[in-house]
């Protein structure tokens, strides 16, 4: 149990254009996810918390209008990654927590994004 | 402000040799969780224990092993008798134990096995 998928597993987009992220839970409930951005040979850095049905929480220095979070369902978030630039390349991790009590975070295998 | 400090960039040994990745903690919390995940070259996030700060024991786990030293704020990792398909990233994470929870990640340990 407590899968956790992303889709695509990667993807490749010219500058300019938007790229959807997709992170879902496929056996349980998640009512938080967590998006993080890591940089090769670099560490996870949190880009933002998502709650199902309210908008999400970036940390400082995340553009929120350039990374848009919809957590519509709790079973499924979304990073848009808008008007992408080279420097927007990246490997993008979502996690899941279920529901309210829950401490176990479950780690999507991520999405690998190439900017050309 | 939280913080995790993974001081070794990487380390490489013989297959079958222990080894130990150290991890240092910073927190004003009373009550926090400390993590330790894998990441092998497939990227995806290998979650390997969470411990409790209230709980101090020390635990292992087949080869794995962890030491929980709350007064020098340290939970440090060791693998005995390392085989190669232990090579990988390995990151030592910190979170609150109320509200959002949030992950806060070590620089990570690139842990390389020699045949």
């Known amino acids: 149990g407590a899968v956790v998928s992303q889709h695509p597993s990667w993807v490749i987009c010219k500058s300019g254009t938007s790229v959807k992220i997709e992170c879902r839970s496929l056996?349980?409930?998640?009512?938080?996810m967590f998006w993080y951005r890591q940089f090769p040979k670099q560490s996870l850095m949190l880009m933002a918390t998502s709650n199902e049905g309210s908008k999400a929480t970036y940390e400082q220095g995340v553009e929120k209008d350039k990374f848009l979070i919809n957590h519509a369902s709790l079973t499924l978030s979304t990073l848009t990654v808008t008007s992408a630039h080279p420097e927007d390349s990246s490997f993008y991790i979502c996690s899941a927590r279920g529901l309210a009590g829950a401490h176990e975070q479950y780690f999507g295998p991520g999405t690998r994004l190439t900017v050309t | 402000a939280q913080k995790v400090t993974q001081a070794q960039t990487e380390i490489s040994v013989v297959e079958k040799e222990d080894v130990t990745l150290d991890c240092v903690y910073e927190?004003?919390?009373?009550?926090?969780?400390l993590f330790w995940y894998k990441q092998p070259p497939s990227g995806e996030l290998v979650f390997l224990i969470r411990?409790?700060?209230?709980?101090?024991q020390n635990e292992i786990s087949g080869r794995y092993s962890w030491n929980f030293q709350k007064s020098t704020s340290s939970f440090n990792f060791t693998i005995t008798a390392s085989q190669v398909v232990d090579s990988a990233v390995y990151f030592c994470a910190l979170s609150e134990i109320q509200g959002a929870q949030k992950l806060v990640f070590g620089q990570g340990t690139r842990l390389t096995i020699n045949p």
């Open positions: 411990r409790n700060s209230f709980d101090e």
């Open positions: 056996d349980f409930q998640a009512t938080t």
């Open positions: 927190t004003r919390d009373t009550t926090y969780y």
